[in-house]
């Protein structure tokens, strides 16, 4: 058995068992047969339920197995599920349908039409997915249905790192991050979680990412320089992964961070006493006004530090009392000229009472007297004016340096990218396919040109078309059913798939040998006529022509003899001069008379030639 005999007997089996599932699913035996299956050879044999449901067996088992695991994927029971629906057509076997209500527990759903469910729901995602249509929003949440995990290169340190899970049962499409302590260049290893024979699971590997120029970059950086301060820096590398809504994985970017702190100084606001004496002074005088002692020189320092670790609540303090100091500035001054506006009242007062009322005014005057003095008081007791100034504390900031790293990829798994030279093979199978794909249409076309010529020179175009047959004799008749037959009988016994479209070609060939002449006779026939329609209507038209112009040009030396002789009867006239003007009126009336006569007959000539013209036509 050959390669391509071997490819079609598979394939006609395969047809057979499909419909022989198909029966069974309703009855309980079911014929199958292939005619031809193989070097005319047919294939003939029946096969009940009960074997079907043996040989299927080990697929019900797996079926139910995958069904437990999408549940402990989910963390659910088969008791948590309340209506499970059958879809697909392999739901249709009964055995399937039986173990898996033992399974369930329950009676399983049957009312959706499950080939119209799967083709409404993914023509709706794609145009959701496309953009191109606006439809009724409805939410697809998709999960990755295996695990990821990844593994890092050893190091001294970690000889054997361990496999750590990246994507679990995943949403996609989903993002997930990876940030590890590594200075050197190291791998990425991605594994796929797997189920073996046995029932454990084994880590597949899947791609290796190689992440190179790390130690450059961190160099750049500023990672090893001598002078960096190593409390509050640190340095990571990130791997960011994507997996799309397919669940393929792709390397979203990589990068090397380092974030490094460094001295800085900031600006620190302080606010101080300013002396009466000298304003360039600065004072850092107590409540009571006493000016502290200067600090001695071994006191410096402590002060200095003792300055750093001052709390900004301290300075939001003094920043507080310094507001409050022209408050309190303006509500001595109102409290002044409310005072000095009571004297005035009082003054106006006394003048206008009478002398029974002095004492009281003697008692107010005391009084404002006293308020002064306390108000004279209080300025003396003001407290010192003070000044904020700014300055350079040193302290420390962190730095967030960054740089983008390249991974180059490489898979483990099969299949792997392709290399120049199996991509020029590939090129060159696709253009052995397309070839191939071309020539199988260049034969259906010859053939099906083949197939509608005989038919139509059998029927309708050439022997039952009346306009054909004084074009062809007999003999020529016996000669193109005699072609025709032969073709005919061609195609039923000889003509197969391997027959190439220049056979067919051949046919069409020798058939259009025998029934172009007869149609090139009856166009060259209908050409000549045609010529010779065109040649007697130029002819006639020609003639025409030539009449109208001779009849014309006699029209024309009619009239001009006639205004001769009216010329000449004018001259006459005048030399007799006894003419009757009468006589002369009915001799005008003749002449008209005559000339119209004259000219009817001249017009209706032409109209008889236009209808003995007609008549010929």
Excluded at 54 to 61: D, H, N, R, S, Y
Excluded at 568 to 582: Q, S, V
């Amino acid at each position: 058995m050959n390669t391509n005999a071997g490819y079609k007997a598979v394939t006609k089996l395969m047809r057979a068992a499909q419909r022989a599932k198909e029966m069974l699913s309703a009855n309980k035996k079911a014929l199958v047969s292939v005619e031809g299956i193989y070097d005319e050879m047919d294939f003939n044999t029946a096969l009940t339920r009960e074997r079907f449901d043996e040989l299927t067996a080990p697929l019900v088992k797996r079926a139910i197995a995958t069904a437990e695991q999408a549940l402990q994927n989910a963390g659910l029971k088969a008791e948590d599920i309340t209506h499970l629906e059958l879809m697909g057509g392999g739901t249709r076997v009964p055995a399937l349908q039986e173990a898996l209500t033992a399974w369930y527990g329950k009676q399983l759903g049957r009312s959706l039409n499950t080939d119209e469910a799967i083709a409404m729901g993914t023509g709706f995602q794609v145009a959701k997915l496309s953009g191109a249509f606006r439809v009724r929003g409805f939410s697809l949440i998709n999960y990755s249905t295996y695990n990821i995990s990844f593994q890092l290169s050893p190091t001294e340190e970690v000889p054997k790192p361990a496999i750590r899970k990246l994507f679990e049962f995943s949403k996609l499409p989903s993002k997930k991050l990876i940030a590890v302590n590594r200075t050197q260049d190291f791998n990425v290893t991605l594994f796929m979680t797997v189920k073996n024979a046995d029932g454990g699971f084994e880590h597949v590997p899947l791609q290796h990412y190689v992440l190179d120029k790390v130690n450059t970059s961190f160099h750049a950086m500023g990672f090893y320089k001598e002078d960096k301060i190593t409390n509050g820096s640190k340095n990571t590398m990130e791997i960011k992964f994507k997996m799309v809504d397919d669940g393929v994985i792709t390397l979203e970017h990589s990068q090397a961070k380092y974030d490094e702190v460094v001295n800085a100084t900031k600006k620190v606001r302080k606010v101080i006493n300013i002396t009466d004496t000298d304003t360039n002074t600065t004072s850092t005088e107590t409540e009571d006004g006493a000016a502290p002692a200067e600090p001695k020189e071994g006191e410096e320092a402590a002060e200095g530090e003792q300055k750093e670790a001052e709390k900004p609540a301290e300075a939001a303090e003094d920043a507080g009392k310094e507001e409050e100091k022209p408050a309190e500035d303006a509500a001595e001054e109102k409290a002044e000229e409310a005072a000095e506006d009571d004297k005035k009242e009082d003054a106006e007062g006394e003048d206008k009472e009478g002398e029974g009322e002095a004492e009281d005014g003697e008692k107010k005057e005391g009084d404002e007297a006293k308020e002064g003095d306390e108000k004279k008081d209080k300025k003396k007791k003001k407290k010192p004016k003070t000044k904020v100034i700014y300055e350079d504390v040193p302290t420390l900031k962190t730095n967030n340096n960054k740089r983008s790293l390249t991974a180059k990829i490489e898979f483990v798994l099969n299949p792997f990218p392709m290399n120049s030279s199996q991509m020029q093979d590939a090129k060159d199978t696709l253009t052995k396919l397309n070839k191939r794909d071309e020539e199988k249409r260049k034969i259906s076309e010859a053939k099906n040109n083949l197939e509608t010529l005989i038919y139509d020179t059998k029927y309708d175009k050439f022997f039952d078309d009346e306009s054909l047959k004084p074009y062809y004799n007999e003999s020529e008749a016996e000669a193109i059913h005699a072609i025709l037959s032969e073709v005919d009988e061609w195609l039923e016994m000889e003509s197969n798939d391997d027959t190439t479209a220049k056979e067919y070609k051949a046919k069409i060939k020798a058939i259009k040998a025998l029934t172009d002449p007869v149609y090139q006779k009856k166009e060259d026939f209908i050409e000549s006529e045609r010529k010779k329609e065109e040649e007697r209507i130029a002819a006639i038209k020609k003639k025409e022509a030539e009449e109208k112009k001779k009849a014309k040009e006699e029209a024309k030396k009619k009239k001009k003899a006639e205004e001769e002789a009216k010329k000449a009867a004018g001259d006459g006239k005048a030399e007799e001069g006894e003419a009757k003007p009468e006589d002369a009126e009915a001799k005008e009336g003749e002449g008209e008379a005559k000339d119209d006569a004259e000219q009817a007959k001249s017009d209706e000539e032409p109209k008889k030639e236009d209808e003995a013209h007609d008549g010929d036509l």
